[in-house]
């Protein structure tokens, strides 16, 4: 299939029903570091991450999805029709094929298709299988559908992120689908360790809600051992001052400064030329500059608008922890971004070569990273028939002819 597994996880064969966040950052985990994974999927019930912008070139279309393809790369793209009740079989025979079989829907989904793990260990007792949906597989909403952008709220981060005098404003997109996946892969080695161990499959039941709340866990121990309940307080924090985005030289444009110690505070001092503002008494200690906060903004804002963003990080870090405010498009140009080579060019079958996010870590002398794009619905389907479940070419064909697989 012109596919070369290697990397830490080679060898490792994953059957991916999972789809949008969680799921699919979980199985691509997987794949990108050396798994071998079997994206499902059919014309008639992609993905819905392959509708959502951006498309290469704002021109629409299943395989044209950015959003998609960073989620699902280095994966095959096997394509069945799940409803057909002739892909049972097929699907019997990958379930056998597989040690590790991903979903990420309501629990009824699987269940109707007789592709929840009861049935799938049936078929082979040391699959290993994790369901990612929202709220669990139990309990009176875990039949409640939605994305992360529905959970962050429910998990309280929208109550959080705002300024005191206005309304919640939400942190950027399906925020638990950004976040849980850490904890999905985590949970899914130590039972993949467990089956090394013993031979015995595994199932796990990965809430969104549950995982979510552990990014909470200072502030529900503070409710819990004092009582007091967190909310919005814009870019204030009560361990720091100065801490904000003040602006710079030109247009609407920042940088964070954030300084929590009577270390960097005299540090800072320095690097400003010791003004006379910063000496007065009323800035002396951190509680000192919290009472007097809008006033230390005020001269840390004149200060500012002298340099653009990276002058001025250039010009606090490392003593004064501090950083330039980029958006999409200088993150691209950013120096450290470009020095580890983050965004990896990679050839798409539709869509040609595109950036792909890259990974947060490097291995000394093991592979890691980004494989080979992200499949088009079926790209893959006919290899994997022939090669993994050594199937004839009639026996292809029919499977083709009866809609049960789809090639594209």
């Known amino acids: ?149 529905l959970m962050a709220p429910i998990c309280g981060f929208y109550d959080l992120t705002g300024y005191p005098d206005t309304g919640p404003m939400p942190p950027y997109g399906a925020y638990t689908d950004f976040i849980c996946h850490r904890f999905t892969v985590s949970a899914l080695i130590a039972a993949l360790d467990h089956r090394e161990k013993t031979g015995e499959g595994q199932y796990i039941d990965a809430s969104q809600l549950e995982i979510a709340l552990n990014f909470m866990g200072p502030l529900l121990l503070d409710y819990f051992a004092n009582g007091r309940i967190a909310t919005r307080q814009g870019n204030k924090s009560p361990w720091a001052a100065p801490h904000d985005n003040y602006p710079c030289k030109e247009e609407n444009t920042w940088c964070a400064i954030a300084v929590e110690t009577d270390a960097q505070w005299e540090a800072l001092k320095q690097k400003m030329g010791y003004p006379e503002w910063a000496q007065q008494p009323q800035f002396a200690t951190l509680a000192a500059r919290k009472a007097n906060e809008a006033e230390l903004d005020r001269w840390m804002a004149a200060w500012t608008r002298n340099f653009t963003p990276k002058e001025l990080t250039y010009l606090l870090q490392p003593e004064v922890p501090a950083g330039a405010l980029w958006d999409v498009a200088e993150l691209f140009e950013d120096d450290q971004i470009r020095f580890n080579e983050y965004f990896t060019p990679v050839e798409h079958k539709e869509v040609g070569v595109i950036p792909y996010t890259g990974v947060e870590f490097q291995i000394d002398d093991l592979p890691v990273g980004i494989r080979f794009a992200a499949p088009t619905i079926g790209q893959h389907t006919e290899e994997i028939l022939r090669d993994i479940l050594h199937m004839s070419e009639d026996e292809i064909a029919d499977l083709l002819a009866e809609e049960v697989g789809e090639i594209t």
């Open 1 to 149: 299939m012109g596919v070369h597994n290697s990397g830490i996880f080679e060898g490792l064969k994953v059957l991916d029903f999972a789809w949008v966040g969680v799921g699919p950052l979980t199985s691509k985990y997987l794949a990108d570091n050396g798994a071998t994974v079997l994206h499902v999927e059919s014309t008639k019930r992609p993905d819905v991450l392959r509708v959502a912008p951006p498309f290469k070139d704002k021109i629409p279309g299943v395989n044209r999805s950015q959003f998609y393809a960073d989620y699902n790369s280095s994966k095959l793209g096997l394509g069945i029709d799940l409803s057909n009740p002739k892909s049972r079989d097929l699907i019997a025979a990958l379930v056998r094929w597989a040690d590790v079989v991903t979903d990420a829907f309501t629990p009824h989904v699987l269940r109707s298709l007789q592709l929840d793990y009861e049935h799938l260990r049936a078929i082979n007792p040391s699959i290993v299988m994790i369901s990612t949906c929202m709220q669990g597989q139990t309990g009176p909403h875990a039949e409640y559908p939605g994305f992360g952008n």
